[in-house]
């Protein structure tokens, strides 16, 4: 029996030490499996250069951001467990009851061992250790994880521009009136410009869109922006004026408005690339896989129609390797689509423009009649004692339509900040000082709604205030138009009547 407690109790010592043995070897492997997260997320970290813009700590949580608690809810105890000293075996007893002799030798079977008695005086029962999962691990760094990414380099700063920057390249340039070589020249002064690196955004695929100056003229800085190099060039070059060319971003959103007229009939100024013969200027339409965009638009640089041994030609082309570049390509390059005759729109515009001649009929020399003169429309509005009234030919209005003129002072800050500053240039060209203006938003409404008139008409200010300045032999009065999209300033050459009223020429109406 003594032999039986004595291995029960190594028994219960083995499983203890087993215990004992297992807690070690779990956290052993909870450090390794830390150590191999920290690892892994070293290994993916981006290559990236230059200080971190996102203004958050890099932080990964390790062993030292962790404190202990005890959540077993049970308070430690000593409880007690029978050991080999709790208990006496007591002595064999002889039960054969015969004396040993040469004929009887005591056996095993002769003797009788008792149990063993507990002499500890004290019952067994379970009190309570605190073991490893008695604890929880609790975040204590205070410290929010982050890693930076590539998101967190970004400088939403970096070469942002507005319109001054872009006013001042061309105001030095001399246009010749001619829409094709406007273009073309309107499009040189931005070779080489190079979309952003710094400042950027990451699409879907993980491909960089970089800030571009024409994104920002387009109202979406980090579009793909061919049909936007397209779009700035125009209006720099006069071309806008004429409100036959959309604005869209997209060049596939912009040929598809262009394509079709009202009646859904294709448009007669774009023509397939065979048999037609370039002209400076006009704008090309070409299909590239494995670019940015596959439809993709440009402005024809140059074409030497007499060397036919390269039978090559150059085209201006916006987002060509994310920059301006000049590109050269063969007539019959499979990437051509279609072209847009610029010389042809401009001829047709012009013409549009022009005020047809009264017919004369034919009568005999003493029935000869003077022609009737057109009819003339006039629209009038008063803001604030000054009297702004509309008047052009009939021509210059669509028919059928009910016009009306509403005009009012300019009060927001922002645009009265940017019309100060235009009226200060002008001024300082005159070398004039400006001694008082006011702007006023006029507009033409058709039907209600904001239109453009067809040809020119006058527009004039009239009223005691205007009076008053004219009468200052010491003040010139000036109109000024202002565009409010990029705050150039055009002196419209304010012509005073006899009547003290001031007189103006326009076609397009916003600030003056």
């Not at 007893?93 to 002499?119: K, R």
């Not at 024409?214 to 209006?235: I, L, R, T």
């Not at 339509?401 to 009265?416: G, N, S």
Request: negative net charge.
């Amino acid at each position: 029996m003594q032999k039986l407690v004595r291995e029960y109790l190594n028994e219960l010592g083995r499983k203890q030490k087993k215990r004992r043995q297992f807690t070690v070897v779990a956290v052993l492997f909870a450090v390794l499996v830390v150590g191999s997260v920290i690892w892994g997320l070293a290994k993916v970290g981006i290559a990236t250069t230059g200080e971190p813009r996102c203004g958050r700590e890099e932080h990964q949580h390790t062993e030292g951001c962790y404190s202990s608690v005890l959540s077993c809810g049970l308070e430690e105890s000593s409880g007690h467990q029978h050991t080999e000293d709790c208990w006496q075996t007591a002595e064999p007893v002889l039960v054969c009851g015969l004396e040993e002799s040469e004929e009887h030798t005591h056996t095993e079977e002769c003797w009788q061992t008792a149990e063993p008695a507990l002499v500890c005086g004290q019952e067994e029962y379970a009190g309570h250790t605190h073991t490893d999962g008695c604890y929880t691990e609790q975040l204590a760094c205070g410290t929010e994880e982050h890693q930076h990414t590539e998101e967190c380099y970004i400088d939403k700063s970096a070469d942002v521009e507005d319109a001054s920057v872009w006013n001042a390249q061309y105001e030095n340039i001399e246009w010749e009136n001619a829409w094709g070589k406007d273009l073309v020249t309107a499009a040189k002064l931005q070779l080489d410009y190079k979309e952003s690196a710094a400042n950027y955004t990451v699409a879907e695929d993980g491909s960089h869109k970089g800030y571009t100056r024409y994104g920002q003229f387009n109202g979406d800085p980090y579009a793909d922006w061919d049909a936007s190099f397209v779009n700035f060039c125009m209006y720099y070059a006069g071309l806008k004026t004429s409100q036959m060319f959309p604005d869209e971003k997209d060049t596939a959103e912009w040929y598809d408005k262009f394509v079709k007229d009202d009646e859904g009939k294709k448009i007669v100024y774009l023509t397939a690339p065979e048999g037609y013969e370039l002209q400076e200027g006009d704008i090309v339409f070409l299909k590239k896989e494995n670019e940015e965009t596959e439809f993709q638009m440009g402005i024809v640089s140059s074409y030497n129609k007499e060397d036919k041994e390269k039978n090559e030609f150059k085209v201006i082309e916006g987002n060509s390797g994310n920059q301006v570049k000049e590109n050269t390509y063969k007539i019959d390059d499979e990437h051509i689509f279609e072209y847009l005759k610029i010389g042809e729109m401009e001829k047709a515009y012009k013409e549009s423009q022009k005020q047809p001649e009264p017919e004369q009929p034919e009568q005999p020399a003493e029935d000869v009649q003077e022609p009737e003169e057109e009819p003339v429309i006039e629209l009038s509005t008063e803001v604030d004692g000054v009297t702004i009234t509309l008047f052009g030919p009939e021509s210059s209005f669509e028919a059928g339509k009910e016009y009306t003129i509403q005009a009012e002072k300019v009060e927001d800050e922002e645009v009265l900040a940017t019309v100060e500053e235009a009226v200060e240039k002008v001024a300082e060209e005159k070398e004039k000082k400006v001694e008082n203006f006011q702007p006023y938003d006029i507009k033409l409404l058709a039907d209600g709604e904001e239109v453009q008139p067809l040809g020119p008409v006058s527009v004039k200010f009239s009223g005691q205030e205007v009076v008053e300045a004219v009468e200052n032999e010491k003040t010139e009065v000036s109109v000024i138009h202002v565009d409010e999209n990029t705050g150039k300033a055009t002196d419209m050459e304010a012509a005073p009547t006899e009547e003290k009223e001031v007189v103006i020429e326009t076609e397009h109406f916003s600030v003056y």
